[in-house]
């Protein structure tokens, strides 16, 4: 199973990106996708998750600001990110809890490669 992110890059504070991740693979189901966020020199947080069934929850630094969304027949998890604020700098990572194999009621976390989003003030 691969995780692909794409998008990011670099906006001015205020401003608007997206970032998108797509699953490839051996892949039966797809339960919980994500975002997660890791600053220079800071520990990886949760950014928002959104469940098979498209419940979404956010950080609280997040919330109201970020939107994340899925297409499941495309096994694509996608995260808005709107009204950016210099503290919103960090490499981005995707992940997604993959079943694999139609024997076993298993599901692992696979991570994306990570994306860079950069803003400025």
């Known amino acids: 199973v691969q995780l692909q992110a794409s998008g990011g890059g670099s906006a001015q504070a205020g401003g608007s990106l997206s970032l998108s991740c797509a699953a490839s693979?051996?892949?039966?189901?797809?339960?919980?996708m994500g975002w997660y966020r890791q600053a220079p020199g800071k520990q990886r947080e949760t950014v928002a998750m959104?469940?098979?069934?498209?419940?979404?929850n956010y950080a609280d630094s997040v919330k109201g600001r970020f939107t994340i969304s899925r297409d499941n027949a495309k096994n694509t998890v996608y995260l808005q990110l709107n009204s950016l604020r210099t503290e919103d700098t960090a490499v981005y990572y995707c992940?997604?809890?993959?079943?694999?194999?139609?024997?076993?009621?298993?599901?692992?976390?696979?991570w994306g490669q990570g994306t860079l989003v950069t803003v400025s003030s």
């Open positions: 693979g051996s892949i039966v189901s797809i339960n919980d």
């Open positions: 992940s997604a809890d993959v079943r694999t194999s139609r024997a076993r009621l298993l599901w692992l976390k696979y």
């Open positions: 959104i469940s098979s069934g498209g419940s979404g």
